[in-house]
Nanobody, 114 residues
């Protein structure tokens, strides 16, 4: 089992930045990928960014060039640096980790508004 706890959400003005963190605990040695998803009201959950054990990354087209996914293996923590935020980035952001199962954090609210 893997437990994930997100932090770092909040309210930010358009053009601002936030960094989300995802602290992992439990059987983390089997994790081969960690990702960030988001779900806006009335919309389906969508992939924002993914990073594999080999540090390959993948981003949604809507966040390329603005968001950066990374991880610190020593701290068992993943990050999502979000720059140049737009109102359409407003959503609940979820951390996900995968081994033979898929694990989710509780989600953090990100609101981009003036």
């Amino acid at each position: 089992q893997v437990q994930l706890v997100e932090s770092g959400g909040g309210l930010v003005q358009p053009g601002g930045s936030l960094r989300l963190s995802c602290a992992a605990s439990g059987s983390i040695s089997t994790i081969y990928a960690m990702g960030w998803y988001r779900q806006a009201p009335g919309k389906q959950r969508e992939l924002v960014a993914l990073i594999t054990r080999g540090d390959s990354t993948n981003y949604a087209d809507s966040v390329k060039g603005r968001f950066t996914i990374s991880r610190d293996n020593a701290k068992n923590t993943g990050y999502l640096q979000m720059n140049s935020l737009k109102p359409e980035d407003t959503a609940v952001y979820y951390c996900n980790a995968r081994d033979r199962l898929s694990y989710w954090g509780q989600g953090v609210q990100v609101t981009v508004s003036s």
